[in-house]
């Protein structure tokens, strides 16, 4: 016997993380269910290379980088003349993983590709496999993807002045370019200190006042606008992005309305540090007052922001701000979403890569493989089951949102029906609240057990082993229930959608089509419970008062959640049947009472389950998981 020492006995070999696109089964599941088999072929190369590019020792490094050296104000506000000085400094890391984001057109996809309505689904892949190597950039990206939408959707429209398409139109221009030197974020500045979604008391005030001649700091010469903005923004991320979007207030009676405006124009009056005048630039009449320090999503820049004639353009109508800004919101609170799944299944890809190469005692001298222990591989293959189950919601969602901008497909050999036209809004109108409602507040406890899944060494903050930095994943997840609308705000709305006095009739046919329409491929009897859940649901909802059921508001938006889930899980099956796709099913419908009483010949089935069941669940049918792996790297 010999003592261990720092450098001697036993050193646990560090987990490697592989290509998730290959190796994660639920991905590679939705990849088949939603998407045309051509087209999938098509873009599995490009998927196959980003999911390796993710996993990069340079990656990892920027991460380290941009979560240790975090942004800061230069001078704290003030130069060494006291005179207040807003600058912000972030660093290369943070730079680096969002040029790496543009390089890869991760949003420019959606705008400069045609995949007709299936451009979301492709691009929400990509997200998925970025979100957690992302270190937040696509934070600032949700924005600029919600920003082209909605000034994409105005550049068709026949309203605006010549002046106005040329300034949306360039800053379109920017925020779809692949281009890092060109790429434009955005900020989406909402939130004051009277509320956080209720934006009814927004205290920021517009003023037309055309007569400011200014430039923006663009090489175009692009006009700041007619509106002087003056108010206090308590919480906007994205503090370095070249524009944003915001909401402020007109007049007393009209409610809030949205503006564009440039963060930065000349100020030829401004010395730079050489001492030659009128070629400096400043921000756009923004105070940076201070940034927030938040328990995660530390390295992206969030700050109080104070405006005095700020110059922008009104976007839309006057009064009419809500509307504008729903456009942003359906797209970040779908970026959101699918962040709290990029977590997710980067943490479960950790969890599986650390089970196998830890070992544990089980009695009499024995030692095993976690991979290889029946307790810890039911726990894993439990999560992955819900881990599926919210990711079959979120790229249906994703599905109906590309219908909606796209329209329908010419033609399709993908599994999920389209809706009929009518019914598309509808039925998204009620997707796009509760997909984030359920899967941003469930996703946070399934992200602690992966980091409880590594033990002591998931709670330590593994900067010197970032892949396995589980800890960094969990803190930025705990955030998607918090912005862009709390749990409750969210149930609420949903609630709204269904009980709404002219479309929450629209809105329940949607989901009597979606039932049916994604049932009739299961086999005849396995629907059954979920038809019989959906209709007390319905019923439910149809006969009592929106007052009355806002205390239960919550309840009603998980128990539809997890019956539309229940829908997908059938349909998955159907469509690409499996023992382990089947008992995943089983075990998801038998916990979410959504199945019936079970057969013997299912009872029967449920005894035989073993280990080497759930490893099929949690690594893939067919692959046996290696019981040790060398070496440490990635």
């Given at each position: 016997?010999?003592?261990?020492?720092?450098?001697?006995?036993?050193?646990?070999?560090?987990?490697?993380?592989?290509?998730?696109?290959?190796?994660?089964?639920?991905?590679?599941?939705?990849?088949?269910?939603?998407?045309?088999?051509?087209?999938?072929?098509?873009?599995?190369?490009?998927?196959?290379?980003?999911?390796?590019?993710?996993?990069?020792?340079?990656?990892?490094?920027?991460?380290?980088?941009?979560?240790?050296?975090?942004?800061?104000?230069?001078?704290?506000?003030?130069?060494?003349?006291?005179?207040?000085?807003?600058?912000?400094?972030?660093?290369?890391?943070?730079?680096?993983?969002?040029?790496?984001?543009?390089?890869?057109?991760?949003?420019?996809?959606?705008?400069?590709?045609?995949?007709?309505?299936?451009?979301?689904?492709?691009?929400?892949?990509?997200?998925?496999?970025?979100?957690?190597?992302?270190?937040?950039?696509?934070?600032?990206?949700?924005?600029?993807?919600?920003?082209?939408?909605?000034?994409?959707?105005?550049?068709?429209?026949?309203?605006?002045?010549?002046?106005?398409?040329?300034?949306?139109?360039?800053?379109?221009?920017?925020?779809?370019?692949?281009?890092?030197?060109?790429?434009?974020?955005?900020?989406?500045?909402?939130?004051?200190?009277?509320?956080?979604?209720?934006?009814?008391?927004?205290?920021?005030?517009?003023?037309?006042?055309?007569?400011?001649?200014?430039?923006?700091?663009?090489?175009?010469?692009?006009?700041?606008?007619?509106?002087?903005?003056?108010?206090?923004?308590?919480?906007?991320?994205?503090?370095?992005?070249?524009?944003?979007?915001?909401?402020?207030?007109?007049?007393?009676?009209?409610?809030?309305?949205?503006?564009?405006?440039?963060?930065?124009?000349?100020?030829?009056?401004?010395?730079?540090?050489?001492?030659?005048?009128?070629?400096?630039?400043?921000?756009?009449?923004?105070?940076?007052?201070?940034?927030?320090?938040?328990?995660?999503?530390?390295?992206?820049?969030?700050?109080?922001?104070?405006?005095?004639?700020?110059?922008?353009?009104?976007?839309?109508?006057?009064?009419?701000?809500?509307?504008?800004?729903?456009?942003?919101?359906?797209?970040?609170?779908?970026?959101?979403?699918?962040?709290?799944?990029?977590?997710?299944?980067?943490?479960?890809?950790?969890?599986?890569?650390?089970?196998?190469?830890?070992?544990?005692?089980?009695?009499?001298?024995?030692?095993?493989?976690?991979?290889?222990?029946?307790?810890?591989?039911?726990?894993?293959?439990?999560?992955?089951?819900?881990?599926?189950?919210?990711?079959?919601?979120?790229?249906?969602?994703?599905?109906?949102?590309?219908?909606?901008?796209?329209?329908?497909?010419?033609?399709?050999?993908?599994?999920?029906?389209?809706?009929?036209?009518?019914?598309?809004?509808?039925?998204?109108?009620?997707?796009?609240?509760?997909?984030?409602?359920?899967?941003?507040?469930?996703?946070?406890?399934?992200?602690?057990?992966?980091?409880?899944?590594?033990?002591?060494?998931?709670?330590?903050?593994?900067?010197?082993?970032?892949h396995i930095n589980v800890s960094r994943l969990f803190r930025d997840a705990c955030v998607g229930a918090i912005w862009e609308g709390t749990t409750d705000v969210l149930a609420s709305d949903t609630l709204r959608a269904?009980?709404?006095?002219?479309?929450?009739?629209?809105?329940?046919?949607?989901?009597?089509?979606?039932?049916?329409?994604?049932?009739?491929?299961?086999?005849?009897?396995?629907?059954?419970?979920?038809?019989?859940?959906?209709?007390?649901?319905?019923?439910?909802?149809?006969?009592?008062?929106?007052?009355?059921?806002?205390p239960e508001a919550r309840a009603i938006a998980f128990k539809l959640a997890e019956v539309l889930m229940g829908v997908l899980f059938l349909l998955d099956v159907a469509v690409n049947p499996g023992r382990e796709i089947?008992?995943?099913?089983?075990?998801?419908?038998?916990?979410k009472g959504l199945a019936g009483e079970p057969s013997t010949k299912k009872a029967a089935a449920v005894l035989k389950e073993d280990v080497e069941l759930d490893q099929g669940i949690v690594y893939g049918p067919g692959?046996?998981?290696?019981?040790?792996?060398?070496?440490?790297?990635?």
């Amino acid at each position: 016997m010999e003592p261990s020492s720092s450098n001697k006995g036993f050193i646990q070999s560090q987990p490697i993380i592989k290509n998730q696109f290959k190796e994660d089964v639920s991905l590679q599941r939705v990849a088949r269910l939603f998407l045309p088999t051509p087209l999938l072929k098509e873009i599995t190369p490009s998927l196959t290379r980003l999911a390796d590019d993710v996993l990069t020792p340079q990656i990892f490094s920027w991460i380290t980088d941009a979560e240790h050296s975090q942004p800061y104000l230069r001078g704290h506000g003030g130069d060494s003349f006291g005179r207040p000085v807003s600058e912000l400094v972030v660093t290369e890391g943070w730079r680096k993983l969002q040029e790496f984001g543009f390089t890869n057109a991760i949003i420019a996809i959606n705008y400069d590709t045609d995949f007709g309505p299936y451009n979301r689904l492709v691009q929400f892949l990509r997200c998925h496999l970025w979100e957690a190597s992302c270190a937040n950039t696509l934070c600032p990206a949700a924005m600029q993807d919600g920003a082209a939408r909605l000034l994409q959707r105005h550049l068709f429209s026949s309203s605006l002045s010549p002046v106005e398409r040329q300034v949306f139109g360039n800053a379109y221009k920017h925020l779809t370019s692949r281009d890092p030197s060109q790429t434009w974020t955005s900020g989406q500045w909402m939130t004051e200190r009277t509320g956080g979604s209720d934006v009814s008391r927004t205290e920021t005030i517009a003023t037309f006042d055309p007569s400011f001649s200014g430039l923006a700091s663009l090489p175009e010469n692009i006009p700041l606008g007619p509106w002087s903005i003056s108010g206090f923004k308590w919480f906007s991320s994205a503090t370095d992005s070249q524009m944003t979007i915001l909401l402020a207030k007109t007049s007393p009676d009209k409610g809030v309305s949205a503006f564009f405006a440039p963060m930065r124009r000349h100020a030829p009056s401004l010395v730079p540090v050489t001492g030659e005048k009128g070629h400096g630039t400043e921000l756009n009449g923004i105070t940076i007052q201070r940034l927030k320090h938040k328990f995660g999503t530390q390295s992206l820049p969030t700050a109080e922001l104070e405006l005095n004639n700020m110059r922008g353009w009104l976007v839309g109508q006057e009064g009419n701000g809500i509307h504008e800004i729903s456009t942003i919101l359906n797209i970040t609170r779908v970026h959101t979403t699918v962040s709290s799944m990029g977590y997710l299944g980067r943490s479960l890809a950790i969890a599986r890569s650390f089970a196998l190469v830890r070992e544990v005692g089980v009695g009499k001298g024995r030692r095993i493989p976690l991979s290889s222990h029946p307790l810890h591989m039911r726990t894993l293959a439990n999560m992955a089951v819900e881990y599926h189950s919210m990711m079959l919601l979120v790229f249906y969602t994703l599905f109906i949102l590309g219908l909606d901008e796209k329209g329908p497909p010419s033609s399709s050999s993908a599994a999920v029906p389209a809706p009929p036209k009518e019914l598309v809004g509808p039925l998204l109108r009620v997707l796009s609240s509760l997909h984030k409602s359920y899967v941003c507040e469930t996703t946070v406890p399934l992200v602690y057990g992966c980091m409880e899944a590594l033990g002591g060494v998931g709670y330590m903050q593994n900067v010197e082993s970032e892949h396995i930095n589980v800890s960094r994943l969990f803190r930025d997840a705990c955030v998607g229930a918090i912005w862009e609308g709390t749990t409750d705000v969210l149930a609420s709305d949903t609630l709204r959608a269904l009980k709404h006095p002219k479309t929450g009739g629209q809105s329940l046919a949607a989901l009597d089509w979606f039932v049916e329409a994604n049932l009739g491929q299961a086999k005849a009897d396995d629907g059954t419970a979920v038809r019989k859940q959906w209709a007390g649901l319905k019923r439910r909802v149809e006969q009592g008062k929106q007052e009355d059921l806002l205390p239960e508001a919550r309840a009603i938006a998980f128990k539809l959640a997890e019956v539309l889930m229940g829908v997908l899980f059938l349909l998955d099956v159907a469509v690409n049947p499996g023992r382990e796709i089947e008992t995943m099913c089983d075990r998801y419908l038998s916990k979410k009472g959504l199945a019936g009483e079970p057969s013997t010949k299912k009872a029967a089935a449920v005894l035989k389950e073993d280990v080497e069941l759930d490893q099929g669940i949690v690594y893939g049918p067919g692959k046996e998981p290696t019981a040790k792996v060398a070496g440490s790297k990635l």
